[in-house]
């Protein structure tokens, strides 16, 4: 599916979309508790569905009634091969959580996370007693447990997904377990981890994200869970609304541990004009100007927070442009590239991404497949001399459905 979108004021009152990060813990979490946990205000994203549907492979039962999402947990393995389809987090988190039983089980994927390596995953779970292989520490990896838990290294300079699927898996081993971690990135996203499992029973305790230590033999409680707002999908509506719009987001967790909470602190470097009251927060178009942000534990706000740049009076610089090899697309090539495409210049050096902002001359454009690459240009549009066609802009589906939705409903002119 192609998008176009027109120059647009956009203005009005939205709510938050709900995150995909605490729906896909909460699902995983809901198969691990015994009885009915009731999910509300669900995130039903392509990569949520995914989750969905593989607790239902490893033996969940699900029902689904408007936001609502009901499950009744319990590992029983109907199916000897997960498919995540494009879900990293997936991928990463129930490859323990499978390895849990005592059945060989594969999991597989498509798209781009065929690329998307598996480093050292083998060898930690090799230390916790599973039989594991992989294609080259790429998909497909299969697992055969039981997982009993002990002591294991953790290599967390990648990606910081394998920990959270550990995290979720020992506390329901055999045996207790103290997992010793290097280089831990995206920290923030464990604490998302240990944000859920708290809340369905589950206590974990650390040493500085360093060393964690897990009791075993613990049991998750089936109970009502609300996910709460996404802040991945707020930033892209922030960006939207300080380069063309007057908007205000509601139904909004301004205390949330997410990494990507982060854009407000860039909004203020960047002088956009902002307010937050109570749960909610609006913004206010505003002159931009440019400003240095390290997103090295947020990398997914590297595609709104190239938008805010490249409108900005100067140049801005955004640091960590290593964590974004691998993620849906080469994103930081990703970037640079639609970003040219516009008429604004943009260069990766040395872990560090500069754009000088200037006039966005409009034009076609491509999403390189990644859901966040397509938000960011969105917002471009917003403010484009000419308008912008986004090919592959469905790719949102990933982790908004319903963004081209919602910025219509504000004012934004689609084709």
Not at 216 to 221: A, K, L, R, V
Request: glycine residues 8%; neutral net charge; proline residues 3%.
């Amino acid at each position: 599916m192609n998008k176009t979108v027109l120059k647009s004021y956009i203005s009005g009152v939205i709510d938050a979309p709900s995150s995909k990060s605490y729906m896909q813990r909460a699902v995983a979490a809901a198969l691990l508790a015994k009885g009915r946990t009731v999910i509300k205000n669900a995130c039903f994203c392509n990569d949520a569905v995914r989750a969905i549907d593989m607790v239902k492979s490893l033996g969940a039962k699900v029902d689904i009634s408007n936001r609502d999402v009901i499950i009744e947990g319990g590992i029983n393995p109907q199916n000897n091969i997960l498919n995540c389809g494009e879900a990293g987090l997936s991928l990463r988190m129930f490859t323990p959580i499978a390895a849990l039983h005592n059945t060989p089980i594969t999991i597989t994927g498509e798209g781009s996370l065929a690329k998307r390596p598996l480093p050292n995953i083998q060898h930690t779970l090799k230390q916790l007693g599973v039989k594991i292989s992989s294609n080259n520490n790429h998909i497909p990896v299969t697992v055969k447990g039981p997982i009993i838990g002990g002591n294991a290294n953790v290599d967390g300079s990648l990606s910081s997904q394998f920990l959270t699927g550990l995290l979720m898996a020992l506390p329901v081993a055999k045996n207790d377990s103290t997992l010793s971690v290097d280089n831990l990135q995206s920290i923030p996203y464990i604490d998302i981890t240990l944000d859920v499992i708290k809340s369905f029973g589950i206590d974990i305790k650390h040493n500085n994200y360093k060393e964690f230590l897990i009791t075993g033999n613990q049991q998750y409680n089936a109970i009502e869970y609300s996910v709460e707002s996404d802040w991945s999908g707020i930033a892209f509506l922030l960006v939207a609304g300080a380069i063309n719009g007057d908007i205000t987001i509601k139904n909004v967790n301004n205390n949330s541990v997410q990494a990507d909470i982060a854009i407000v602190d860039a909004l203020k470097e960047a002088g956009v004009n902002y307010t937050i009251v109570d749960n909610s927060i609006r913004v206010i178009k505003s002159k931009i100007k440019s400003f240095n942000f390290n997103a090295t534990h947020c990398p997914d706000l590297f595609p709104p927070l190239a938008a805010l740049a490249a409108v900005a009076d100067g140049t801005s610089v955004i640091t960590g442009t290593d964590r974004l090899l691998h993620k849906e697309s080469n994103r930081a090539e990703s970037i640079k590239s639609e970003l040219n495409k516009l008429g604004i210049e943009c260069f990766v050096r040395n872990n560090k991404m500069h754009i000088t902002g200037g006039i966005i001359k409009g034009g076609t454009t491509d999403s390189h497949n990644d859901h966040r690459i397509a938000m960011a240009i969105s917002c471009l549009a917003l403010i484009s001399e000419n308008p912008i066609t986004i090919t592959n802009a469905g790719c949102v589906s990933k982790s908004y459905e319903h963004f081209f939705q919602d910025i219509a409903k504000l004012g934004a002119e689609l084709k």
